[in-house]
């Protein structure tokens, strides 16, 4: 996978460069505004003028001067309600040292209360919380990071966390890896999709799912421990797998960015 050591030897500060959660920026103008030197919200801000005159000129340079207050705040929802789902995968450039990984079990059925397994993985170190034991110390990790990647997550993961755990603000910028490696054509699911990107999975783990995921947490309410053992080393490899996808995305459509 030579796209990983590629990647590791470069460092793209692509979110602040980014004007596509502007009002009235899409893609053409923005790489107008790329073509024209300006590759920056200070540089938006303060030489704006030159390219885009009149209000619409004035209200994007205004927006470029709040993206860099919500910056510097730290202001990390509100670049996630800003920008387009599709374009999320930019932030990684600037947060991806920040970045949690995150993947949850359910009890096959979708609702808060039927999550099991909540997985967090930080770029160095595994961790579990399981329902009935430490699911609540989950949110101290998760607000503690402000750039969140899972796949398929929009959907449901996330919806799930925050239902579980409504009273947490949550304060992060969430990649659904699902998106973008659909745009660069690997579609399916994770597992599929792990193959496609020559990410493999032991022995004892090849050919599990989702519902094997629920068979085996409904075997360790039965009182099988040696079964949670084996649905928690399950999401752990989902969560370690989540980080090289989010490198191939980024390596790949980073690069279409060059003007």
Not at 203 to 211: E, H, I, Q, S
Request: glycine share 8%; net charge neutral.
């Amino acid at each position: 996978m030579a796209w990983l050591s590629r990647w590791a030897r470069v460092s793209f500060r692509v979110l602040q460069q980014t004007f596509l959660h502007l009002p009235g920026v899409g893609p053409a103008t923005e790489r107008r505004l790329w073509q024209a030197g300006l590759r920056s919200w200070q540089e938006l801000a303060d030489r704006g003028g030159d390219v885009l005159r009149g209000p619409r000129g004035d209200r994007i340079r205004r927006a470029a001067e709040e993206s860099q207050q919500r910056w510097a705040r730290g202001d990390w929802a509100w670049f996630d309600a800003a920008l387009p789902g599709r374009h999320k995968w930019r932030a990684f450039g600037d947060l991806g040292g920040r970045a949690l990984y995150v993947d949850i079990e359910t009890t096959g059925l979708h609702a808060s209360d039927a999550i099991t397994v909540i997985g967090c993985y930080d770029g160095r170190t595994v961790h579990s919380f399981v329902a009935d034991r430490n699911l609540e110390a989950v949110r101290e990790l998760i607000e503690s990071h402000p750039l969140i990647v899972t796949y398929n997550g929009a959907s449901f993961d996330m919806p799930l966390i925050r239902a579980r755990f409504p009273y947490n603000f949550f304060n992060h910028i969430h990649i659904d890896l699902r998106f973008p490696l659909h745009l660069l054509g690997y579609r399916g699911g994770l597992k599929r999709i792990e193959e496609m990107a020559g990410l493999e999975r032991n022995d004892r783990l090849r050919g599990l799912d989702g519902w094997d995921a629920v068979r085996l947490w409904h075997e360790y309410q039965a009182g099988c421990p040696a079964s949670l053992d084996t649905l928690l080393d399950y999401n752990r490899v989902d969560i370690v797998h989540l980080e090289p996808l989010m490198r191939l995305v980024f390596d790949r459509l980073s690069k279409e960015l060059a003007v």
